[in-house]
């Protein structure tokens, strides 16, 4: 027995460290930079934890059974008969234990929907195979550019070792300040589309003719990365989206270049005429 509840103790042990280290790892989610991020990643490890408890009761009691029961040792089959008390209880039990899971996760669903208040809002338009992106309001109000997957070609046909962030790098990446909070209109012109960046928990359907949205703050200046998560033709794998947080003052910074080389380029396209 004592042996037992040790080798019990270590694989919980194993469980918990593996579950510390997990972040961290390239087979779980990225480390949550959003409140909302922050919430589904702790509702998603929560979850497994029970599902892990539910799994362990559950095959616990039946290897039991099959070790302490079997014919061998000479038990006989039992002959079981209706018992509405083990019928209640086989259905309270999951319902608890269904309502427990599903009142935080009304929660987020709800806070996800909140977009109201934002600081900036950003119109992101999903093409065969870019992503376009306007300032509507805020900081930042009318730049506007296109997004396009940056990594070589040569990369792509193996004619060149792969880079650090191969499919995953844009040459013009959506820019926005840290703790600000930023709305994103999101629609499609041509076919369906989604914009997802996981690490500040966003994934939204781009819907041509339609207008979704969706926010997020981020908590920490830095690189988020994110691809087309719907299937829409040939080059869906070569649709990233990466995000740069910048704290306030290079945003400023930012945005000064932005609307410095759009005036440039209206100037010489009025004289062009």
């Not at 694989?11 to 961290?24: F, K, Q, R």
């Not at 589904?40 to 497994?48: G, K, M, R, S, V």
């Not at 994103?184 to 928990?201: C, E, M, Q, R, Y």
């Not at 981020?218 to 690189?223: E, T």
């Amino acid at each position: 027995m004592r042996s037992k509840l040790v080798a019990t103790l270590a694989g919980v042990s194993t469980l918990a460290l593996y579950s510390s280290l997990a972040v961290g790892s390239k087979y779980n989610f990225p480390e949550p930079q959003s409140i909302i991020a922050r919430e589904t990643y702790d509702q998603h490890i929560a979850l497994l934890w029970i599902c892990l408890a539910i799994f362990i009761a559950v095959f616990g009691v039946m290897f039991y059974s099959i070790l302490k029961h079997r014919k061998s040792v000479g038990h006989k089959a039992a002959n079981f008969h209706h018992s509405t008390t083990a019928e209640v209880v086989w259905t309270i039990i999951p319902c608890i234990i269904l309502v427990v899971m599903a009142l935080p996760a009304t929660k987020t669903v709800i806070a996800m929907k909140d977009t109201s208040g934002p600081d900036i809002t950003i119109k992101a338009t999903g093409y065969q195979w870019m992503w376009g992106y306007d300032y509507l309001q805020g900081e930042g109000e009318g730049i506007s550019f296109y997004s396009k997957l940056s990594t070589p070609r040569a990369q792509i046909e193996n004619k060149e070792p792969k880079g650090e962030n191969y499919l995953l790098e844009v040459d013009n990446r959506v820019v926005v300040p840290v703790g600000k909070k930023v709305r994103v209109i999101i629609t499609a012109n041509d076919v369906l589309h989604a914009w997802s960046v996981p690490a500040l928990g966003v994934k939204q359907d781009a819907i041509p003719g339609f207008i979704r949205d969706t926010w997020f703050t981020a908590d920490n200046p830095g690189i988020y990365r994110g691809q087309c998560s719907e299937l829409c033709g040939k080059d869906h794998g070569y649709m990233p989206i990466v995000v740069e947080v910048m704290a306030a003052n290079d945003y400023a910074q930012w945005v000064a270049a932005q609307t410095k080389s759009a005036t440039i380029k209206t100037s010489m396209h009025i004289e062009n005429k």
